[in-house]
């Protein structure tokens, strides 16, 4: 019975208004049903794993399935999310990122770990200047060219000269200086094979260059992305101080909005189509296209314009095209040409059409 009540209670605390009890502490997960009794925080089933590999600092149980004694609940009632946000979370950065549920593990553990193992944001903690965030050294393994191996390489970063560098060789001059201006960065896990993967993006010439690099630690990888994200925050806050800070975050760095394999087929569409792995970048408004997923540079890109430019996505083929492909079709209309491609499935050629259309329909 005692349980039960208890369980009944826990509940209503958890689902309690202005409490910000209804959603994970951590990554934002709506309904979390486990909860951490000595920080006095609700928490997802995904970052309770997280929590547990950190029992100095953090011990968890589940709502439903574990006992719960009374002082326990009177602690959780007396802490909960809000008050622990605004003690861990008292002074995050602008720049820094902070992970949703749909963002990768190593984001998600380090982001708990900071919090509450380290406590970097708590109010006693100085500010750092992003200028200062933004300059970063130290070794990354590089993927190598022939995509079969990753290779060591020292990288250099600075927000101030608004670069960033790599360099094969100490006795060399940098293999490429990298301008902030078009610098991102995304974690790839799958890409890349590794839990620590990170995909690396700039222009040269015109051109979307990728890198791929990881490091063994996790601290490591995540504190390279956010000093490439103080070094963007920088650059432009400096180039753009009247825009609201709310529109300059989401233009630090930026995620693809869908990656995937389609085939393509050429103007005439005549020719025979290719499997191509495809890249979507609502930012730049680019669909770019690669013989392999991790090449350096994509084989072509399209531009995506706005409806009323005359773009359009729609399934099917193009007026008056016929092949023999029993497969879903989707044509991209530009003012230049109507682009072809065939997907495995009539999900994912839904996903790739509410994409596009997303795109196009934006301002």
């Given at each position: 019975m005692e349980h039960d009540r208890n369980k009944t209670r826990l509940l209503e605390l958890q689902r309690a208004a202005g409490t910000g009890n209804d959603r994970c502490a951590d990554c934002g997960e709506p309904d979390p049903v486990w909860a951490s009794y000595k920080l006095g925080i609700f928490v997802c089933l995904y970052c309770s794993g997280i929590h547990r590999n950190l029992p100095?600092?953090?011990?968890?149980?589940?709502l439903r399935l574990d006992f719960w004694e009374n002082d326990l609940i009177e602690f959780m009632k007396s802490h909960g999310n809000l008050r622990a946000k605004a003690k861990y979370e008292a002074k995050v950065p602008p720049y820094y990122y902070?992970?949703?549920?749909?963002?990768?593990?190593?984001?998600?553990?380090?982001?708990?770990?900071?919090?509450?193992?380290?406590?970097?944001?708590?109010?006693?903690?100085?500010?750092?200047?992003p200028c200062t965030a933004?300059?970063?050294?130290?070794f990354l393994w590089k993927l190598g060219p022939g995509r079969r191996q990753f290779h060591k390489r020292h990288f250099l970063l600075?927000?101030?000269?608004?670069?960033?560098?790599?360099?094969?060789?100490?006795s060399r001059g940098p293999k490429a200086v990298i301008s902030v201006q078009s610098l991102n960065a995304m974690f790839q896990e799958v890409k890349t094979g590794h839990a620590h993967g990170l995909q690396i993006t700039y222009n040269t010439d015109g051109q979307t260059r990728n890198l791929f690099v990881y490091h063994e630690s996790g601290k490591e990888i995540v504190d390279w992305f956010n000093a490439i994200r103080a070094a963007r925050y920088h650059y432009l806050r400096t180039a753009f101080p009247n825009v609201?800070?709310?529109?300059?975050?989401?233009?630090?760095?930026?995620?693809?909005?869908?990656?995937?394999?389609?085939e393509k087929?050429?103007?005439?569409?005549?020719?025979?189509?290719k499997e191509r792995w495809f890249s979507l970048d609502s930012q730049e408004r680019n669909l770019m296209y690669f013989k392999d997923p991790l090449d350096e540079f994509a084989r072509g890109q399209i531009f995506i314009g706005r409806r009323d430019e005359g773009y359009e996505v729609r399934p099917g083929f193009p007026m008056g095209v016929r092949v023999k492909k029993r497969k879903p079709v989707i044509t991209l209309v530009t003012p230049g040409r109507e682009f072809v491609f065939i997907c495995d499935n009539d999900k994912k050629q839904k996903e790739w059409i509410d994409a596009l259309d997303g795109i196009i329909s934006q301002c």
């Open positions: 100095g600092v953090t011990r968890v149980k589940s902070i992970p949703h549920s749909n963002d990768c593990l190593v984001l998600r553990e380090q982001w708990i770990r900071a919090k509450y193992e380290r406590e970097e944001f708590v109010a006693a903690r100085v500010c750092q200047d933004g300059s970063r050294e130290g600075s927000a101030r000269e608004g670069v960033m560098k790599y360099y094969e060789k100490e609201p800070e709310h529109e300059l975050i989401p233009r630090i760095t930026r995620n693809f909005v869908k990656e995937g394999y389609m087929t050429g103007p005439k569409h005549k020719e025979a189509f």
